[in-house]
C-alpha cells in the first residue's frame, strides 16, 4: 500500500525565521511525483510545489524549497522568510506517474499545523 | 478562466435525506474527482471520473455514494440517506488530461452538516 506520513501535528514558527516540515512515504514505484498543498483557514487547497522524482534537482518556488531525499523516501518542506500569511495546514501529497493510465488519485498526509507568530 | 467551482459550499442535511454535491470543472478539463476530508484529516481519495465514464471509484464506499459526470454539465456526487458520519468537507479536483505530472486544481470544497 502507498502511504504517506507527516509526523508533526503542529509547528510554529517566528515571523522572518525559517521553518521545515516533515513527510516520508512509502512506495513501490519507481517513478512518481510529489506535492506539497497549503489549505488556510479558507479551506482552499493551493499547490505550493511539485517535484518529479526522477529528476535530482530539488523543487525551489520563491520562498518555498524542497529537500527530496529518494533512497530514503523523504520529502520536507522549507519556508524561509516565514510571512503571517503562511499560516495554514501543510499537506504532503503522491502520485505515481503512471502514464495514460486510470490512476489519478493523490495519497495525502494527514497535515501539519503551521502557526507563524508576529 | 474560472477555476474549479463547487455548489452549494455549505449544506446541511438531516439523517435519511440525499445530499447532491455539484462540481464544475475547469474549462477544458476532462478528468474530474472527489475527495473528502474528515475533520482533522488529510483528503482521502473517492473517485475518478472522465466524461459519462467512472474510472476508478475504489475510494468510494459501497452503499449510499454514487458519482456521475454527464457529457453535459457539473459532475454530481450524492449521498442517500445521509448518516452522521458523512459530515465532512467534499472536495473536487479537475485536470486536463490523467497522469501524475498533470497538475489537480481544486475547487473551494461543499461542508456538508448531517444533523
Known amino acids: 500500500a502507498q502511504t504517506v506520513t507527516q509526523s508533526q501535528p503542529e509547528m510554529s514558527v517566528q515571523e522572518a525565521e525559517t521553518v521545515t516540515l516533515s513527510c516520508t512515504y512509502d512506495?513501490?514505484?519507481?517513478?512518481?511525483?510529489l506535492f506539497w498543498y497549503k489549505q488556510p483557514p479558507s479551506r482552499q487547497m493551493i499547490l505550493v510545489i511539485r517535484q518529479e522524482a526522477y529528476k535530482q534537482q530539488n523543487a525551489t518556488e520563491n520562498r518555498f524549497s524542497v529537500n527530496f531525499q529518494k533512497a530514503a523516501k523523504s520529502f520536507s518542506l522549507k519556508i524561509s522568510d516565514s510571512q503571517l500569511g503562511d499560516t495554514a495546514m501543510y499537506f504532503c501529497a503522491f502520485i505515481p506517474s503512471n502514464y495514460g493510465g486510470s490512476q489519478g488519485n493523490l495519497i495525502f498526509g494527514k497535515g501539519t499545523k503551521l502557526s507563524v507568530k508576529p | 478562466n474560472a477555476g474549479v467551482m463547487q455548489n452549494p459550499r455549505h449544506l446541511v442535511r438531516r439523517r435519511g435525506q440525499e445530499a447532491r454535491l455539484r462540481c464544475s470543472p475547469m474549462k477544458g478539463h476532462s478528468h474530474v474527482y472527489w475527495y473528502r476530508q474528515l475533520p482533522e484529516e488529510g483528503l482521502k481519495f473517492m473517485v475518478y471520473?472522465?466524461?459519462?465514464?467512472?474510472?476508478?471509484e475504489s475510494g468510494m464506499p459501497k452503499e449510499r455514494f454514487s458519482a456521475e459526470f454527464p457529457k453535459e454539465g457539473p459532475s454530481i456526487l450524492r449521498i442517500q440517506q445521509v448518516v452522521r458520519g458523512d459530515s465532512a468537507a467534499y472536495f473536487c479536483a479537475s485536470s486536463p488530461r490523467s497522469g501524475g505530472y498533470n497538475e489537480q486544481f481544486f475547487g473551494p470544497g461543499t461542508r456538508l452538516t448531517v444533523l
Open positions: 512506495t513501490s514505484e519507481s517513478n512518481y511525483y
Open positions: 471520473l472522465q466524461k459519462e465514464n467512472i474510472i476508478d
